[in-house]
């Protein structure tokens, strides 16, 4: 059992470069999340690749090779699951750049801990 803040969690790598994180403890909504963590490597030289297209279009500063990619799955009591209190996603549905991150393993945890913030702030 991990913990961030004071939420246990467990975690599941199910890929080399991907993993599940399992919240143990419901928010005050009565929700619960599973999140989903990739890291993604690119080709340098790829002018197609996503990262390349984000930089010359000026979206995020530097040029990246590898990136993380984070995915939420939040069910409500009724058993609903929707995708939400993700910090690489905007409140109407649009790509946050702020948060799409270079493959660093501390990037890694700043989702982590900010999609957890979120979780449990209820925003």
């Known amino acids: 059992m991990n913990k961030i ?3 246990q969690y467990t975690i599941e790598q199910v890929a080399d470069q991907r993993w599940f994180y399992y919240l143990k403890e419901k928010n005050k909504k009565g ?4 999140i989903e ?3 993604t490597t690119v080709d340098p030289k790829d002018k ?3 990262p390349y297209l984000w930089w010359i279009h000026g979206w995020i500063k530097t040029k990246m090779t590898s990136y993380w ?3 939420t799955y939040v069910r409500d009591g009724e058993g609903n699951c929707i995708g939400k209190y993700n ?3 905007t409140n109407d549905g649009k ?3 702020d948060w799409m991150l270079d493959g660093a393993e501390e990037n890694k945890e700043l989702l982590i801990k900010e999609t957890i913030k979120r979780f ?4």
């Not at 929700?31 to 599973?34: A, L, P």
């Open 69 to 71: 990619c984070i995915s």
């Open 5 to 7: 803040f004071k939420h």
């Open 37 to 39: 963590i990739c890291k």
């Open 120 to 123: 449990y702030d209820g925003r």
């Open 48 to 50: 197609k690749s996503l």
């Open 31 to 34: 929700e619960t999340m599973t």
């Open 87 to 89: 910090p690489q996603h």
């Open 95 to 97: 790509v946050d750049f």
